[in-house]
């Protein structure tokens, strides 16, 4: 058991006792690039296995089957449709601004990456550990609103500029909540660091501590992830597909695979802060219990996805600036109020 | 740094665009997303009915009607078929007439269901409109039992009936009208009862009573505005005065109420079809007419209460087998006329739900 708890680690050694200095800048500068490219494939992975499984439950919860033509009960739908997303024609249209037109989809395919290297997924098993990694985190995710507004920009399209218009409102105010809601956790522990986030949770995870933050947290991050009942900046029922309207074939797939990306990595991070990471009963390994939680979270987001509908774009504003903020002030409030009584008794 | 002058966006939407319910198109000017001025844009859809009836026997023309407002086509040959037997004068068999109700009302549930189901999903409301469409193919179902087709119904003849639903037909529709109520209370939880729907729809694009009254807005839109009027009522035609039913009507004047009158609207049908079924007679289901149908010299204006609003044929006849001039009063082209009265200063959100909430079927509008 202790061996497959620790096995990427065991891994990870026997790589590193391949150099002469296990400890030298060359073990080290491999053992990134390693990490990278296991980061990378999580990413690929993750938005592979989730569109369908988006698809799956939205067959679900509107009572039908879903895709079940190709492979065994539809499981090889997503690599068809990859295929032929490569197959599509790459349109630049003619009054685009054509660098950044090119460059936003790379970007934001590159945020989720970024993001998920500093979750720990087991116990030392962050590809990065670092000090500020919530701060870090949050900063990363932040770098999606300018993508979605250089997409709209630069795609010189009406709906486009409406919609990447939404996503800058939008995302910023959502911010200010979602970091807001983690300051609680990190008060608690006096540590950004998530490797430390998540070995203070080994007797009670935060969601019990901090209902009120995990709850602005999810709806936050909703909004912070373009998610439905917040998918307004993507409306297709008002601004078509929003910034992305103008790209085709892997451009398009591209921001598709950064979406499902960022979706991974913001449940990563709330099964990380608040539901206790890789922390679990022992009989499974810490990574196996860090992907069930975040394929809870990502279960939660389709549910909402499917079952409300799109909510009005004054309400979301005062959704974000008159409810949840406030709230979320309140919840640091309570905390520090939770933490002095607690020293206080404690005799701290 | 100096304040910039705002710049107005002239946003075309329409007549491909997701949420424009076939081929409407709307010019819509913006602040900002605020909406300063909408100019419709209709006529994608013209087919020339009204010009094509002049070289079609009356009967031919019964297939046409169907592609008016194609989500409640039996209500459109209703409409056609009774303007000429007034023309003509022809009294059809009761169990005829009883059979015309069954199928007007579940048509009018049909099309109230693609209403919910739209509106929902024009706010992204997915499984809501899965759930209405799931419910639409029973009558669906019904329909292609009795006549073949499952959209274009064409069901009535100048006359009478096409044909006597099958044995099968009647369990069906006893069972859909004992799931109703079930179903109801789903699109309710669902959809009507969401707070985010609520906020999107309620208080959002008031008709006002003398607005709805001055723009000759008639249908469930009139009657989310505080009138009650419904032409089954003011002017009973078939036997629509022999059966117990109300007329709902809401004071909201808003989108919410124009989208929720709907359901209030499917149970009264449900009461109207439950009674049909009670009282329905033996019998023939279709007059003596003669097989080449030639009217009198006369003009005829006819109406009846489609799902969507007033439907009114106007026919002119010179004697001969074919209309000289025929007519079609739409429901849904004259409500839409509110559509840029009342969406200005909305978002543009707004203004797709406001145009959901009219329901406007382009097959009709267009004609």
Not at chain 1, 91 to 102: L, S, W
Not at chain 2, 284 to 297: D, F, H, L, N, S
Request: neutral net charge.
């Amino acid at each position: 058991m202790e061996t497959l708890n620790n096995l990427f680690l065991i891994i990870a050694e026997a790589i590193r006792s391949l150099f002469a200095d296990p400890h030298s800048v060359w073990a080290n500068l491999t053992m990134n690039v390693i990490n990278f490219i296991i980061v990378v494939i999580i990413v690929v992975l993750a938005a592979l296995i989730l569109i369908l499984l988006e698809r799956k439950v939205a067959g679900w919860t509107s009572q039908r089957p879903g895709p079940n033509r190709l492979g065994p009960r539809g499981w090889f739908q997503t690599i068809a449709d990859a295929l032929k997303l490569m197959g599509k024609e790459d349109v630049t249209p003619a009054g685009a601004d054509k660098f950044i037109f090119k460059v936003a989809p790379m970007i934001i395919f590159c945020l989720p990456m970024m993001t998920l290297a500093v979750i720990p997924y087991g116990r030392n098993m962050a590809p990065i550990n670092l000090d500020l990694g919530i701060f870090y985190f949050v900063g990363i995710s932040s770098i999606s609103t300018l993508c979605f507004l250089m997409a709209g920009w630069g795609s010189n399209n009406k709906y486009s500029l409406l919609g990447g218009m939404r996503a800058v409102a939008q995302m910023i105010s959502y911010e200010i909540p979602l970091l807001f809601s983690l300051l609680g956790v990190v008060m608690i522990t006096q540590s950004f660091n998530l490797g430390v986030i998540v070995e203070a949770q080994s007797t009670v995870p935060f969601i019990i501590l901090q209902p009120l933050a995990f709850v602005i947290f999810f709806i936050a991050g909703l909004a912070e992830l373009n998610r439905a009942p917040f998918d307004l900046v993507e409306a297709d029922q008002e601004v078509v597909a929003g910034p992305f309207t103008e790209y085709t074939g892997l451009r398009w797939g591209l921001f598709f695979l950064g979406e499902y990306g960022n979706m991974t990595a913001m449940s990563a991070l709330a099964a990380t802060v608040f539901l206790g990471g890789w922390q679990g009963p022992a009989f499974l390994p810490g990574y196996v219990w860090f992907f069930m939680k975040v394929g809870v979270m990502i279960f939660m987001m389709m549910w909402v996805r499917w079952t409300f509908p799109r909510i009005r774009i004054d309400h979301l504003m005062h959704l974000a600036w008159k409810f949840l903020l406030p709230l979320a002030i309140l919840n640091i409030l309570l905390t520090g109020l939770g933490i002095y009584i607690y020293r206080f008794v404690m005799g701290g | 740094m100096s304040i910039e002058k705002t710049e107005e966006l002239i946003l075309n939407m329409g007549p491909q665009h997701p949420s424009m319910h076939g081929l409407f198109r709307m010019v819509v000017h913006l602040e900002g997303e605020t909406i300063t001025h909408i100019d419709p844009k209709l006529g994608y859809l013209h087919r020339g009915m009204e010009k094509l009836a002049e070289s079609r026997t009356y009967s031919q023309f019964i297939p046409y009607t169907d592609r008016l407002d194609y989500l409640a086509s039996p209500h459109n040959n209703w409409a056609y078929v009774q303007t000429v037997e007034k023309l003509m004068g022809v009294e059809i068999p009761e169990r005829a007439e009883y059979l015309r109700i069954i199928f007007g009302e579940l048509a009018r549930i049909a099309s109230h269901q693609v209403c919910i189901a739209s509106t929902a999903l024009d706010m992204a409301g997915w499984s809501a409109w899965s759930y209405a469409f799931r419910d639409r193919e029973r009558i669906c179902d019904m329909y292609e039992m009795t006549a073949g087709s499952r959209l274009t119904v064409n069901i009535m003849r100048i006359g009478g009936m096409i044909a006597e639903p099958p044995e099968e037909f009647w369990p069906a529709l006893r069972s859909f009208l004992d799931d109703t109520p079930e179903m109801l209370e789903e699109y309710y939880g669902i959809f009507f009862g969401n707070e985010i729907a609520m906020g999107r729809l309620k208080n959002v694009g008031i008709l006002t009573k003398e607005m709805a009254e001055n723009l000759s807005i008639t249908g469930p839109v009139l009657r989310a505005s505080g009138v009650d009027y419904d032409v089954r009522k003011a002017e009973p035609y078939s036997i629509y005065d022999r059966f117990d039913f109300n007329v709902p009507v809401r004071t909201g004047c808003d989108s919410y109420d124009r989208t929720i009158i709907r359901l209030d609207e499917i149970v009264e049908s449900i009461k109207i079809i439950k009674q049909a079924l009670r009282d329905i007679p033996d019998g023939p289901i279709m007059a003596k007419v003669p097989k080449v149908i030639k009217p009198p010299v006369g003009e005829v204006y006819h109406r009846v209460e489609n799902p969507k609003g007033e439907l009114g044929f106007y026919i002119v006849s010179d004697g001969t087998t074919k209309p000289s001039r025929l007519r079609i009063r739409p429901a849904t082209f004259i409500n839409l006329q509110m559509l840029s009265i009342v969406a200005k200063g909305w978002k543009i959100q707004d203004v797709v739900a406001i145009f959901a909430t009219l329901d406007a079927v382009l097959g009709e509008v267009d004609k």
